[in-house]
């Protein structure tokens, strides 16, 4: 197997653990962070938010994993935008680990609900502190991915490593991830409220369909790997 398959489907694999560790931790977090009860509801559920936390966790180093492996190939055809796709999606590992901190903290906090007078009000202002914390990273962490994405989407269609059309999918669906992102910053719309499914279901439907492409089919094999050298003498 070539080099450029082995990323490509290193890549794939990695797009799919993301997904489907992002949804399973949505899945077993539910609603449980809802209201200004939460923490009883936290008390009583601690498995599904440490199972939650872990998934999260899991999310966080396989998303910043897939520019790392996509960057041996990207970087031959725009270094720039390849090494900036890696770091963006790092800053998002970064704040979706962060979140999952704030997760696993939320669990010790939801503990000191049996305790009475001051340690039961400090444990409901820290938990509402944190709660908020938690989701601001991952706002942050969602932001940095549509920066991220896009950049190597931006690479994917001047190669033509991959179809065109996948590319322009990709581009389209970072766009309006962000948008959606942006709404919940400024409090226009709510976390996982139906605008934001809305926005953020293109992306999540292509990077599926990338995966299964970078798995099945890797890289167009029509396109060759573009020398340093090579590469520079064009740009000057």
Do not use: C
Request: no cysteine.
């Amino acid at each position: 197997m070539r080099s450029r398959d082995i990323h490509a489907t290193t890549a794939g694999v990695l797009l799919i653990a993301a997904t489907a560790a992002s949804l399973v931790a949505t899945a077993f977090l539910g609603s449980l962070l809802d209201g200004p009860g939460f923490l009883a509801a936290v008390s009583q559920h601690q498995d599904r938010m440490l199972t939650a936390g872990l998934f999260q966790l899991v999310a966080a180093f396989t998303s910043a994993a897939i520019a790392i492996s996509l960057y041996p190939v990207l970087r031959q055809y725009a270094a720039g935008m390849a090494l900036g796709s890696v770091g963006f999606r790092l800053i998002e590992g970064v704040f979706y680990a962060l979140s999952a901190v704030g997760t696993l903290v939320l669990v010790a906090l939801s503990e000191r609900l049996s305790a009475s007078g001051v340690a039961g009000a400090t444990a409901l202002a820290s938990g509402g502190l944190v709660r908020d914390l938690r989701e601001a990273a991952a706002v942050a962490g969602v932001l940095a991915f549509y920066i991220g994405g896009t950049l190597y989407y931006l690479v994917f269609y001047r190669s033509r490593l991959i179809p065109r059309w996948l590319s322009v999918w990709g581009i389209a669906g970072t766009s309006l991830g962000a948008v959606g992102a942006l709404l919940v910053l400024f409090r226009a719309i709510d976390t996982l409220s139906g605008p934001q499914v809305a926005l953020n279901l293109p992306i999540g439907l292509q990077e599926i369909v990338l995966a299964v492409w970078l798995i099945w089919k890797g890289f167009n094999e029509t396109v060759p790997a573009v020398r340093v050298a090579d590469r520079d003498s064009l740009t000057s």
